[in-house]
């Protein structure tokens, strides 16, 4: 079931850059930039669980912006889709839902 998910967030950012559904050439360089926006959604104080998830909305839309924001070389929306990036993360980690416990809890 996991390595289903995957590959239905995979097919989901590939929908969002617009790559059609049998171009699988780009899967390994998404896959990665997956990975680096849960770790960045980590890093920036979204709990483990929740940066980890693929059932939850914002997680499934910040990974997406993400990848939007740094496919490719020369993306003209990289600044602006990171800063809808950031924003999202921002809003996530100072939530009781998605942030650390300890971290949403002080504030």
Known sequence: MAGS???????????ALRIPADCLIYDDEIADLISAARSALRAGGVSEAMATSDDDASVRVAVKVYVKANFGMDNPDAERLMQSFRDMLCRMAGST?????EKAGAQ
């Open 5 to 15: 998910k995957k590959a239905d967030l995979i097919a989901s950012c590939r929908a």
């Open 97 to 101: 839902e998605h942030g650390e416990p």
